[in-house]
């Protein structure tokens, strides 16, 4: 249990020489987006992701065979946008491959611009999601988190993918001490499924609440506060801002 608190610890606040600087936090905070914005997509879009696309690959071959309550053109709407969002996310790691900060300060801030779009589209209507809404939000959110997940595979801090977590949970129970690991990094794990889980339940309820707007400006005001932060942070001498992924 020490070592878990004292991994997270350094997590959240990294020490002076940390080879991934104020990455981790920076991470965690794009970990409680994608919760906020895969519960408006599910909640209040029609049962489709726009980050999790293992589930959206899923959904799609459900929507094929015929299950009630899903649809086969929102999933590939969908996953459409990411891969346009991850091509843009690629072009941008390539473009700051020698600079990490550059590269999460750009990536958020066209991730904030794509969410600013999402946010007018449902004030617009005062949160009603009619068709050309729901495919709106799709696009728009789906951009976003392409270009999310491709920018945080380019940064390459472990365990924090933002958008999968999958392995990270496979990584507690295997690398744990009953299975005979090491249990590397147990603190960063757990937070990083907890910023995931606290962004899903805050979603959840203020859709509940059919706080649609309030939701999307949520995640909106992360997404700018992320990228303003790194933008203070990503001084050219800055040792964490090479290319130190992995």
């Not at 005001?221 to 050219?236: D, F, I, Q």
Request: charged share 10%.
């Amino acid at each position: 249990m020490r070592r878990l608190l004292t991994d997270a610890a350094r997590t959240l606040v990294p020490p002076s020489g940390d080879r991934h600087g104020p990455l981790p936090p920076l991470m965690l905070a794009l970990t409680v987006v994608t919760g906020l914005v895969d519960a408006v997509s599910y909640l209040a879009l029609g049962h489709v992701f726009v980050a999790n696309m293992t589930g959206n690959v899923v959904f799609l071959g459900f929507a094929l065979a015929g299950a009630a309550g899903l649809s086969a053109l929102a999933s590939a709407v969908s996953l459409a946008a990411f891969l346009l969002g991850a091509l843009v996310g690629g072009r941008l790691g390539t473009r700051f491959a020698a600079h990490r900060g550059h590269l999460l300060r750009t990536a958020t801030a066209v991730q904030t611009a794509l969410v600013a779009v999402a946010v007018a589209v449902a004030a617009a209507t005062d949160g009603h999601v009619t068709t050309g809404v729901r495919y709106a939000l799709i696009v728009s959110l789906g951009l976003a988190m392409g270009v999310q997940n491709a920018a945080a595979r380019r940064l390459g801090v472990p365990d924090l993918t933002t958008t999968v977590l999958t392995l990270t949970l496979t990584g507690l129970a295997a690398d744990s001490s009953p299975a005979g690991g090491a249990a590397p990094r147990p603190g960063r794990r757990v937070l990083s499924v907890l910023a995931m889980f606290a962004g899903a339940l805050t979603g959840a309820v203020l859709i509940a609440h059919a706080h649609l707007v309030v939701t999307l400006g949520l995640a909106l005001v992360l997404l700018a506060g992320t990228s303003l932060t790194t933008h203070r942070l990503s001084t050219s001498g800055a040792v964490w801002a090479g290319n130190q992924a992995g």
